[in-house]
């Protein structure tokens, strides 16, 4: 393995293939370039060239920062990959503040994957000082 860790968009083509590859949602070609072009940090991780994970936070540029989109491919995963590309994001995130600052950072946890974003300080909700997050699918 030759693993990079480049902050920089897979092509459109990658990102739909990482996500095919996790069962996330099919996508449009314009949403998922869209998504891929509007996003305001991405760090896509590289075997050789070839993409095998990704994460990607979409911001306001300040205060709200939403963490979305944390795949590693199969055959890739529980080597330390999603650690790792949790681990930069949140120092990327951490560079943008200035001493005494406070920022917020929200993602929606696939079922199951709690313990992977509790060993970064995320909290489940709802809790005793939070409501639960709440979603849903718009289709048109
Ligand atoms: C969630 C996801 C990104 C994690 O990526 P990953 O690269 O497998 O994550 P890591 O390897 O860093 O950690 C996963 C587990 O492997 C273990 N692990 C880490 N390095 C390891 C190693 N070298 N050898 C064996 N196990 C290892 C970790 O202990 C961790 O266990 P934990 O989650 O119980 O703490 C990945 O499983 C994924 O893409 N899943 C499908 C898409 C998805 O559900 N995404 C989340 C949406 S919210």
New binding site residues.
């Given amino acids: 393995m030759a693993l990079e860790y480049i902050d920089e968009a897979p092509t459109l083509e990658e990102y739909k293939e990482m996500r095919r590859q996790?069962?996330?949602m099919l996508l449009s070609d314009r949403i998922a370039a869209n998504a891929l072009n509007n996003a305001f940090h991405i760090t896509c991780v590289r075997d050789n060239g070839r993409a095998v994970?990704m994460?990607r936070v979409l911001s306001d540029g300040s205060y709200a920062n939403f963490i979305?989109?944390?795949?590693?491919?199969?055959e890739?995963?529980?080597?330390?990959?999603?650690?790792?590309?949790?681990r930069r994001t949140m120092d990327f995130m951490r560079s943008t503040l200035e001493e005494g600052e406070t920022i917020v950072l929200y993602?929606?946890?696939?079922s199951?994957?709690e313990?992977?974003?509790k060993?970064f300080g995320f909290r489940e909700r709802p809790n005793e000082v939070w409501g639960a997050g709440m979603s849903q699918w718009l289709t048109k």
């Fill in positions: 996790v069962n996330f994970g994460i979305t989109d944390v795949m590693v491919i199969p890739y995963q529980h080597r330390g990959i999603g650690t790792e590309m949790l993602l929606m946890s696939a199951g994957k313990p992977f974003y060993k």
